[in-house]
C-alpha cells in the first residue's frame, strides 16, 4: 500500500521528539524500531534497533529483534550471532533457540536447528508442566509448541530421518497445528 498508518506516524514522531530530548535512551529507539517493523519500514527500523543495541548491548530482547530484522533482509550469519548473544543474556527464553534455530536451517545446517527447536520444545513443555493449573488447549504455549514441533519435524525430514519427523508432525496436529497434516501427507503416507 505504501500508506502509512496515522496512529503509526503520531506514535514514531512522538518518539522521534522524545529522542531529540533524551538521545541516550535506548528504549526510546527499540521502541521506535518496533513500529517502524510493524510499518514494514526494514531498513530505518535497523538503523533504531542498532542503535538501541549500541546504547545496551546487555538487552536480549533488543538483540533478538534486531536478529529478527536480520533474518528478514536474510543476513542469517548476523542474524544467527544476534540471537546466540541473546540466548547467553537470557538461556530461558524458548522464543529465541526457536528463530536461532530457524536462522540455522535457512543456512542449511538442519541437525544444528534441530539442536535448538529441541531445547525451545523442553523449555515449552516445563513452562506448561510448571503451571499450577492444567493450560486451555487453546493455550498460546500449547500454539508456540506446536508450531516449534512443525518445524523441527521439517528440520528432521531435511535430514532424511522421516519416522521422527512424523511422530514431530504427528504431536503439532495433535495439538492443533493444521499445517502439520499438509507434513504428514507429504512425509508420513505409507
Known amino acids: 500500500s505504501g500508506e502509512m498508518d496515522p496512529s503509526y506516524n503520531k506514535a514514531i514522531s512522538t518518539l522521534t521528539a522524545a529522542i531529540a530530548m533524551d538521545s541516550d535512551n535506548a528504549e526510546l529507539y527499540f521502541d521506535r524500531g518496533n513500529y517502524k517493523f510493524d510499518n514494514d519500514q526494514i531498513l530505518t527500523a535497523m538503523a533504531d534497533l542498532n542503535k538501541a543495541v549500541a546504547l545496551a548491548p546487555m538487552n536480549a530482547e533488543y538483540l533478538a529483534k534486531r536478529g529478527l530484522v536480520r533474518f528478514m533482509i536474510e543476513d542469517f550469519d548476523a542474524s544467527l550471532t544476534d540471537y546466540t548473544q541473546a540466548i547467553e543474556l537470557d538461556p530461558k527464553n524458548a522464543n529465541f533457540y526457536t528463530y536461532r534455530g530457524k536462522t540455522k536451517h535457512n543456512m542449511g545446517n538442519y ?22 493449573d492444567q493450560i486451555s488447549f ?32 504427528d504431536r503439532a496436529y495433535q495439538l492443533g497445528a493444521q499445517k502439520a497434516r499438509n507434513y504428514i501427507r507429504r512425509y508420513c503416507s505409507n
Open 111 to 132: 541437525n544444528s536447528a534441530y539442536n535448538d527447536y529441541t531445547y525451545a520444545i523442553e523449555l515449552l513443555i516445563y513452562t506448561i508442566r510448571s503451571r499450577p
Open 138 to 169: 487453546d493455550d498460546p504455549l500449547n500454539k508456540q509448541l506446536a508450531d516449534v514441533l512443525v518445524l523441527r519435524g521439517v528440520a528432521l525430514a531435511q535430514e532424511n530421518k522421516p519416522y521422527d519427523a512424523c511422530i514431530d508432525f
